[in-house]
């Protein structure tokens, strides 16, 4: 990196000039991040966005059989009560017969099964699926044709995973807090 | 041709003043007056000069909307609808602008096919194809996020399908998607950022458009015999042969162009984008504009999720690599008898897979033949027309391509422009 010294009339020392470089040279990059990176993170969920986050249900509003919609983070949700038919072909099927394989018991709370709480969002592309449809009874998403059973768990369709399940935590027997 | 000595010749002494201090009359001179262009361009090399009529408009209808256009999920479509029924001349600048934007895809897959057909990408042509590229996906982008603003239901639900793709990415696909949306779902910061991305890409299209115009003057133009030019009786200047000609082809394109506004204004939309958006509630068949379709098609095609996004991106990655996956040595497919067959295929491919990808993959191809199942859906489906078809698309730049210009024996190429001209000259006497 240093020129011969003879260049310069025989003044400075190189190992100075290449520790000036390289101390501009990191200067410079350490600059360039700091301007990046409030660039690039005013793009995440602002403040006021993190604090919607969460969202609570009176579940006495849903009756038997039916499902109630609402909005949860700008997604829907879906509230489900179901029947007792319902609840036991959740709970029949093999797991080794499904996609992506988790148990009725683990995608509801133990006491409350008859109630199913989802993030209404295919998890192919995001599309909204239809309710009581497809060949399992649970639901069927119009855009690609994916199947779900009555515990929301992909059955056929290109969808990869089951419908998600959000945290969520019985605040009194019939209330619950989402997220 | 960078070689092409200026001829212009400062006659007052204003232009003589600001020739010497910024002589940008002389490059406007030398680049769209005096310019050498091969005498035997035909009407396909029209598209340049329609395209830049096409974003001129764009730009023009655009910035006239954004200043009654309100980006706020709970205004947006109220406003747009505004347009169409309150601001004066609203609608005619409106529908302009949307069916400018097909105007524009029309006219852009016209011109890289004549890039195709004539071999206008290969040396000393790669910069300025891939430049074309380049303009052409941030086109893509331009387009996409322009139509999510009305926010209707086609709007949304097509921008959370497509930011959706992103997703798919292993690992840091969930992130990127949030950044993206600036949310956990797509909503106003979405809707504000995508406003202010489409405000910004017309812009940075017509950056690339100066560079790509650039690059065409230091090669020169190809032409439809697609050989170099070689002496002064191969060229006429730009102005008034050029020109005219352009003119011509404006003229027409703009009466295509007329008949969709006046006459046909919604038929290249849907319907279903004049209902509100409605987050808990996804329309029935959700398809993109009709010049996504092939690339919406290949999406599909593939079972894998994330595979399918590859494959969409890859067909237009596909395009910047051309020029170094055609082996052939002769330019124009005038004298390629056997690749101008696979090129003629490739463009019904192409056709095919946008009506594909405007069906459901179940429908069968042709209703009541019997079918079986093949892997993971009915032979007789769209599923596998589309897939045979995106094999097809692929095969044609990657197999086909490098290996017919091996195999071909290509017809006796003319010495020069002048040379083909009088040669076609003869054949239509004689």
């Known amino acids: 990196m240093s020129e011969p010294e003879k260049d310069h009339g025989g003044e400075g020392d190189p190992n100075r000039r290449d520790f000036i470089y390289i101390a501009a040279g990191a200067a410079a990059v350490g600059a360039v991040g700091a301007v990046v990176v409030p660039l690039v993170a005013q793009m995440n969920p602002a403040a006021d966005t993190l604090a919607m986050a969460s969202t609570e249900f009176d579940l006495s509003k849903v009756s038997e059989g039916m499902q109630v919609v609402i909005k949860w983070r700008g997604k829907p949700l879906f509230i489900r009560y179901r029947t007792p038919k319902e609840i036991a072909a959740a709970q029949e099927v093999k797991l080794s017969d499904l996609k992506d394989p988790q148990a009725d018991s683990d995608r509801v709370t133990a006491g409350k099964e008859q109630y199913l709480i989802l993030v209404g969002s295919c998890t192919h592309l995001g599309c909204v699926p239809t309710f009581g449809e497809g060949q399992f009874g649970g639901w069927f998403c119009p855009c690609h044709g994916s199947h779900y059973d009555t515990s929301g768990r992909i059955r056929v369709g290109p969808a990869p995973t089951n419908l998600e399940v959000p945290t969520y935590e019985y605040l009194t027997d019939t209330r619950v807090k989402i997220g | 041709m960078s070689e092409h000595p200026s001829t212009y010749d400062p006659k007052t002494g204003v232009e003589k003043w600001l020739d010497k201090r910024l002589p940008i009359v002389r490059l406007a001179y030398d680049s769209f007056v005096d310019y050498p262009t091969p005498r035997n361009?035909?009407?396909?090399?029209?598209?340049?000069?329609?395209?830049?009529?096409?974003?001129?408009?764009?730009?023009?209808?655009?910035?006239?909307?954004?200043?009654?256009?309100?980006?706020?999920?709970?205004?947006?479509?109220?406003?747009?609808?505004?347009?169409?029924?309150?601001?004066?001349?609203?609608?005619?600048?409106?529908?302009?602008?949307?069916?400018?934007?097909?105007?524009?895809?029309?006219?852009?897959?016209?011109?890289?096919?004549?890039?195709?057909?004539?071999?206008?990408y290969k040396a000393p042509r790669e910069v300025l194809w891939i430049l074309g590229c380049i303009i052409f996906f941030l086109m893509i982008a331009t387009?996409?996020?322009?139509?999510?603003?009305?926010?209707?239901?086609?709007?949304?639900?097509?921008?959370?399908?497509?930011?959706?793709?992103?997703?798919?990415?292993?690992?840091?696909?969930?992130?990127?998607?949030?950044?993206?949306?600036?949310?956990?779902?797509?909503?106003?910061?979405?809707?504000?950022?995508?406003?202010?991305?489409?405000?910004?890409?017309?812009f940075v299209i017509a950056g690339v458009v100066i560079l790509h115009i650039w690059a065409l003057h230091v090669t020169g133009q190809n032409n439809p015999a697609g050989v170099e030019i070689k002496s002064k009786e191969d060229t006429v200047p730009f102005t008034p042969y050029a020109t005219v000609k352009d003119g011509l082809g404006i003229i027409i394109f703009l009466f295509l162009f007329a008949i969709f506004v006046f006459f046909l204004p919604n038929s290249l939309g849907h319907a279903d984008n004049y209902i509100p958006a409605n987050p808990l509630v996804t329309p029935a068949h959700i398809v993109p504009e009709w010049y996504l379709l092939p690339f919406y098609a290949i999406l599909r095609a593939v079972p894998d999720k994330f595979l399918g996004v590859v494959a969409m991106f890859?067909?237009?990655?596909?395009?910047?690599?051309?020029?170094?996956?055609?082996?052939?040595?002769?330019?124009?497919?005038?004298?390629?008898?056997?690749?101008?067959?696979?090129?003629?295929?490739?463009?019904?491919?192409?056709?095919?897979?946008?009506?594909?990808?405007?069906?459901?993959?179940?429908?069968?191809?042709?209703?009541?033949?019997?079918?079986?199942?093949?892997?993971?859906?009915?032979?007789?489906?769209?599923?596998?027309?589309?897939?045979?078809?995106?094999?097809?698309?692929?095969?044609?730049?990657?197999?086909?391509?490098?290996?017919?210009?091996?195999?071909?024996?290509?017809?006796?190429?003319?010495?020069?422009?002048?040379?083909?001209?009088?040669?076609?000259?003869?054949?239509?006497?004689?």
């Open chain 2, 143 to 202: 387009a996409f996020m322009g139509y999510v603003l009305p926010w209707g239901q086609m709007s949304f639900h097509g921008a959370v399908v497509i930011t959706n793709l992103i997703g798919s990415i292993p690992v840091i696909g969930g992130p990127i998607l949030t950044w993206l949306q600036g949310g956990f779902a797509v909503d106003q910061p979405t809707l504000n950022r995508f406003f202010s991305l489409h405000y910004l890409l017309p």
């Open chain 2, 314 to 430: 890859a067909a237009i990655a596909v395009l910047f690599i051309l020029p170094w996956l055609d082996t052939s040595k002769v330019k124009s497919m005038r004298y390629r008898p056997v690749m101008r067959w696979f090129f003629v295929i490739f463009v019904v491919v192409c056709l095919a897979l946008g009506w594909c990808g405007a069906q459901l993959p179940d429908t069968p191809v042709i209703p009541g033949l019997p079918s079986f199942n093949l892997i993971d859906g009915a032979f007789n489906s769209y599923l596998w027309l589309t897939r045979f078809l995106t094999l097809y698309y692929f095969a044609f730049f990657l197999v086909i391509m490098p290996w017919i210009g091996l195999k071909e024996e290509p017809l006796p190429v003319p010495a020069s422009i002048s040379e083909a001209i009088l040669a076609e000259h003869a054949k239509k006497k004689g």
């Open chain 2, 41 to 120: 361009l035909n009407y396909w090399w029209t598209f340049g000069g329609i395209l830049s009529v096409c974003l001129v408009i764009q730009i023009v209808t655009g910035i006239i909307l954004a200043m009654h256009y309100v980006p706020h999920i709970d205004h947006a479509f109220a406003s747009v609808e505004r347009i169409m029924r309150d601001v004066n001349y609203g609608w005619l600048i409106r529908y302009v602008h949307a069916n400018g934007a097909s105007m524009f895809f029309f006219a852009v897959f016209i011109h890289m096919f004549r890039g195709l057909y004539y071999g206008s």
